[in-house]
């Protein structure tokens, strides 16, 4: 089924949308090549570069390369693929070599993930309906850690603690406010007071 966009659906790309496009060159599949689309070659190399966490122009072809492979559908690179790849790896933005690596694994568990799905949706089999269901489970737990493995990569291991329930005893104070405690560091909002029960 084919729809069409109508008014009121359709938007103005602002200027702001189109910069943001130029900044963020496509990857296109030539042949036995990756080609960056972009009007300068190495601007567009450098925002990639940028966008996807990589250190330099080795790191980042090293990069793309790895994800053509993982993009593979019956043998061949997959355009599609690739290219859904490569915009969620920028949509999580990587800050350092150590993220963008994460990040390219889990994109590549994601689309493994859908494709042991699709199998599973597609098989009769009550033994490749098991297997699949099997691997499907070890993706999807691969996929968790990871998530969670960025995340305390990005908060520096630093565990934040909420208390929901206090109770203060006659005579007792209590700061009123929202707190975070990382380590052995407490930091109360700035602007709270002591609230001491009447």
Known sequence: MTTSLTSPETTAITASDRAATIASPKVKLRRRSIVIEHPDTNAGEALLAEALGAADRDALHGLLSQLVKASVVACKPDQGNLAFMVSTLKSIAPKDSL????????????????????????????????????????????????????????????????????????????????????????????????????
């Not at 990040?103 to 309906?129: F, G, N």
């Open 99 to 198: 993220e963008s690596m994460l990040a390219a694994q889990m994109v590549s568990i994601q689309v493994a993930t859908m494709r042991c799905a699709c199998r599973l949706a597609c098989t009769d089999d009550v033994q490749q309906q098991e297997s699949l269901t099997r691997a499907l489970t070890r993706l999807a737990r691969t996929y968790a850690a990871q998530v969670e493995a960025l995340n305390r990569h990005r908060s520096n291991g630093a565990c934040a603690i909420t208390v929901q329930n206090l109770s203060v005893q006659d005579g007792g104070k209590a700061v009123v406010g929202n707190f975070t405690q990382h380590a052995n560091l407490i930091a109360a909002q700035p602007g709270l007071v002591d609230a001491v029960p009447a």
